[in-house]
């Protein structure tokens, strides 16, 4: 079986986040789908340093996406607050996604994924942003070359 094959994990209450390939090459895109997350309950997905146990997931790649275009993190929420207009991306059918990532092994020129463990994260957004039950990591690797 290839590493560049899809890889899934499935959430506490049934949500189901994919990734098009966990081995990928720098600043790739990966076609990341989500189903049966729950709608009031916004979430931010990124790639991330893997933390401790029970801790946030940061750092993060894409940081604040003050434009709401970034190919690198997305907010996703059908609840965000008014300031939030143009920034959040609304879930489909059933709490469903489709994003299409571009990432870089480089997080905030800070963390190198080819030298610790990143994953491709979900967690709730930052109106719940200590709630871990969320949380949802599909780890990735980074290679330099095909």
């Given amino acids: 079986m290839s590493a560049l094959l899809m890889s899934s ?5 049934g949500q189901e986040l994919t990734v098009s390939k966990s081995v990928i090459l720098p600043n790739s895109k990966v076609t990341v789908t ?4 729950d709608t ?8 991330c340093k ?3 146990y029970g801790r946030r997931p940061s750092p993060c790649g894409g940081g604040v996406n003050m434009s709401g275009k970034s190919t690198s993190s997305i907010w996703i929420s059908n609840d965000a607050p ?3 207009d143009g920034l959040a991306s609304k879930f489909g059918k059933k709490g ?8 870089s092994p480089i997080i905030n020129d800070e963390v190198d994924c080819r030298k610790v ?7 709730a957004d930052h ?4 709630n871990r039950n969320y949380d949802l990591f599909i780890p990735v690797k980074f290679k330099d070359k095909p």
């Fill in 96 to 103: 469903s996604f489709k994003i299409v990532l571009r990432l």
């Fill in 40 to 47: 009031k309950i916004g979430i931010y997905l990124a790639l």
């Fill in 127 to 130: 109106l719940r942003s200590e």
């Fill in 9 to 13: 994990i499935q959430g506490t209450w």
């Fill in 82 to 84: 008014s300031y939030a």
């Fill in 117 to 123: 463990r990143c994953a491709i994260t979900v967690r």
């Fill in 34 to 37: 989500g189903k049966g997350f």
């Fill in 50 to 52: 893997i933390p401790e």
